[in-house]
């Protein structure tokens, strides 16, 4: 629909998988809401939507049986229309939860026109039934593997594994890549494959290339410089077939990078800045189609440990909800999908010790924060400062079993992703975790 010119898609909800009902032999329905604005009349739109229909092939054989693409008109401003090809409001749209799911991300606190009811479309979903089967949105992360299921409870947790190719990590200091020179070094491409091969036999899922560091008051290098470092990765590995069933995410903020990176073959892109630091990012990836990783954090990585980037004066939690909120809507803004967007706390960004702390003891508030339910979360706290501090170990490769505490903190929290270093040994903790908490 977004290449007609009579319809302007202007947001949409996630993606929700439900029960078929009605017929219920048949597939789950996987559903969604969108918001547009139209030059058609409500039956100029009906015959638009059909024309979809029969042009993506659906054949209706049973009423409310298996169909392939069902398009409906839902609500048309505040009009009532009753035609006998067309009723709006649509008449079921009350009783069905894969309706109101959807609707109540968009317009929750709407209600239906006179003289319809005057309970919002919040207040009608609070009153059906319980599901007896789990609701959850779905995520794509990549062709070859299922989208995350943010409220499926028995969803098992993915492993992002970090390759940084950068001489200055604050954590292994450029073990995979001391420079983009060394990616015509036979010797430094036999390792990094390695490393790559080892990361996935260990069990990750997703590998996370990253070419600038985000380390405090890190140097910055030039986007040819990031992309130089980052492109050829992103190619090795999708030439490698031990990689077919993983995704490749990038870690960038920088548009053009993240674009080149999608070209060669990453299905995400990790922004640290949630599309701050670069105005052409959100657009970019809205263009590419791909999913994103929206990161709560302020000022950039050499001003975000000043006082007043760490400073919540309405707390910790409701602040980094806020604050995600509002990049959601621009993300929205620029065209990104609802069902596209994963987001992240941003521990270590921004955040003082305790208010670090408090995002992992609190991260099961955050995730339901208003306006944020059903989006999947990353976090990434790999032997980060703050595990020294507490654990007193110097050194950011000696934290490894205070990251375990934490990354175990994360699954419990509901964590979709974790970001770490240690690709066997947290493994193994998220195969725990997901037995104690998402049997």
Known sequence: MAHLPEINILRTSGLWETKAMYVENQNNFVNGACEIETTLSPTELLDKLQGIEKMLGRLKTIDKGPRNIDLDILLYDDENINLNRLKVPHP?????????????ELIPQASLPTPHDPLSLHDHLSRLPRATSPISTLTPIAPSLPPLSALNSQRRTHVMSILNLTPDSFSDGGLHLPSASALSSSSHLAALKATILAHIAAGATILDVGGQSSRPNAPDVSADEEAARVVPVVRLIRSLPEAAGV????????????????NAGADIVNDISAGLLDPDMLPTVARLGCTVCLMHMRGTPATMTSRENCTYPHGVIPTVASELLSRIAVAEAAGVRRWRIILDPGIGFAKTQSQNLELLRRFGELRNSEGLRGLPWLVGTSRKGFIGRVTG????????????????????????VVRVHDVAEMVKVCKMGDAIWRA
Do not use: H, K, N
């Open 92 to 104: 079921l749209m009350l009783e069905r939860e894969f309706v109101l799911r959807p609707l109540c």
């Open 247 to 262: 995704t490749v995410s990038v870690d960038t903020y920088r548009a053009s990078v993240a674009a080149a990176a999608v």
């Open 393 to 416: 170990e110097a050194e950011a490769r000696d934290r490894t079993w205070g990251t375990a505490v934490t990354v175990a903190a994360a699954v419990q929290g509901g964590a979709d």
